[in-house]
């Protein structure tokens, strides 16, 4: 019985929508508004979720990083040694990545420090180029892979060799439909052999679009203008040890290396996958929480019109409710109907709400590197929030409509 009360509930609010089409459409685009920023919001976070994963996974699933320091978060910092609890720990050393990868746990370490400079070529002269300092193994760890020429080599890093492994971006850049190895380029003013072209594996925030040279690191301390002290060491596990293994002996060794005592605290930090992950998830509850600002302000919207739109039809329909109270029909099932037809009303902007956000999922998907894609627990959400709010901002029509006097209700002009 309950059903086909909410099927002529249902009938009766779409009846109303044609009739007041411009009355029902503050509420159907305040809630569409508000769904559409669920979908959309959740299918961009969920696409860049699936990018971040994807791009860790191109360094090895069992890559870690060693790190002078790890927030595991935003940093704000006023210069005060306080607020920059990373200044008590010293600088990574060149020589402590070196004895890592003599652990037996360890199969390869490189490690890199970066930043931006001038890079050059003939006529062509790009201000602010990315330019990485790396061992030689940063290939095997970083994954990505070189397309032409070759990688520099241990002891083309060892000799301070100036070498360059640049990007087919930075190629594009510099000398477009040109083959670049063996060309001769300027990096911070100095001369530098181009011999490898190198293509990084494709991910969100892998600078895929961003000019890029990689040369030995030996050579990046000599002749680059950067900010000292931040070298990252990545560490890859041998196949047959699993990461925790391997983060114990890259941590025992580091206190060794450091002359650390039992009872002190490191002064490195270990940053495995999970603990990127973990800290890109923190950033990303802030986009939620954005995101239900947001969608909430377009559900009030709505709410607000379903109040007006079912005031006007309780007044409208005055007569009706005293004649249907005056055949025996109970206030709980007026109430019902009423409950029924706001719930219909926002369930249809909920609807062209989820319509609009999957377009605009689909438009990121197709005009951005962002693999976008509509969660199926947006959708129950955006349902579900649709159909509360009609519910909600229902009760007080609907309670007024099932306390009508029937005798005054029918003398109703």
Partial sequence: MNFFRIFEGMGIALDSIRANKVRAALTILGVAIGVMVVIAMASAITGINRSVSAQIETLGPKT??????????LNISDGSDELSPWRKNPWLKVEEARALAKLPTVQDVTWSENTNGPVSFADVNLASVQVVGSSAAWVRVTGGSITEGRNFTDLEEASNARVAVINDKLAEALMPGRDPIGKRIKVFGEPFEVIGLYVEAKSLFGNNDTPMATIPHSTFTKVADYWKGWMDIAVSPTATATVQESQDEVIAAMRGIRGLKPGQDNNFAVVTQDKILETWNKITSGFFLVMLALSSVGLMVGGVGVVAIMMISVTERTREIGVRKALG??????????????ATLTLVGGVAGMILGGLISLGINKLTPI??????WSVVVA??????TGVFFGLYPASKASRLDPVEALRYE
Avoid: D, K
């Fill in 383 to 388: 349902l579900l929030a649709s159909t509360v």
């Fill in 64 to 73: 870690f990083y060693v790190q002078r320091f790890f927030s595991g978060g």
């Fill in 329 to 342: 029909a109970t206030r709980r099932e007026i109430m019902f109907q009423f409950l029924v037809e706001a």
């Fill in 371 to 376: 693999p976008a894609a509509v969660p199926l």
